[in-house]
């Protein structure tokens, strides 16, 4: 091995990254929770006044595919005349996001 230092280095970024990882939930709470509620009903203020499908729904998640619901999650959701109705999440990386749609379906009750 021509360099153990740099392989060392790789070695522990990955771990850390790997170690600092947000769970699903954690992200669920985080970046979905205000408007869709810790349950996923989305009985908030905000859910409420912006008329959110209740994700425990088995109707309502039928609506859906897993890439739709992921491609929400990635670039937002606008309503026909334009108006943002579901912001993009943000600083969240893909892998986190993608481990965001069985934690979606989940909610079915």
């Known amino acids: 091995m021509k360099n153990p230092t740099l392989l060392t280095t790789m070695l522990i970024l990955a771990l850390a990254t790997a170690a600092t990882a947000a769970t699903p939930q954690a ?39 897993d890439a739709q619901a992921l491609d929400a999650m990635k670039k937002g959701i606008t309503d026909k005349k334009g108006k943002t109705s579901m912001k993009a999440i943000e600083g969240v ?6 481990a965001l749609v069985p934690f979606v379906r989940a909610l079915k009750q």
């Not at 990386?93 to 993608?98: F, G, T, V």
Request: hydrophobic content about 25%; aromatic content about 4%; proline content about 4%.
């Open 27 to 65: 992200n669920w709470d985080e970046h979905c929770a205000k408007c869709h509620g810790t349950d996923g009903k989305g009985q908030t203020k905000m859910g409420k006044k912006l008329g959110i499908r209740d994700l425990t729904d088995a109707k309502g998640q039928a609506e859906f595919t």
């Open 93 to 98: 990386p893909p892998d986190e996001l993608a």
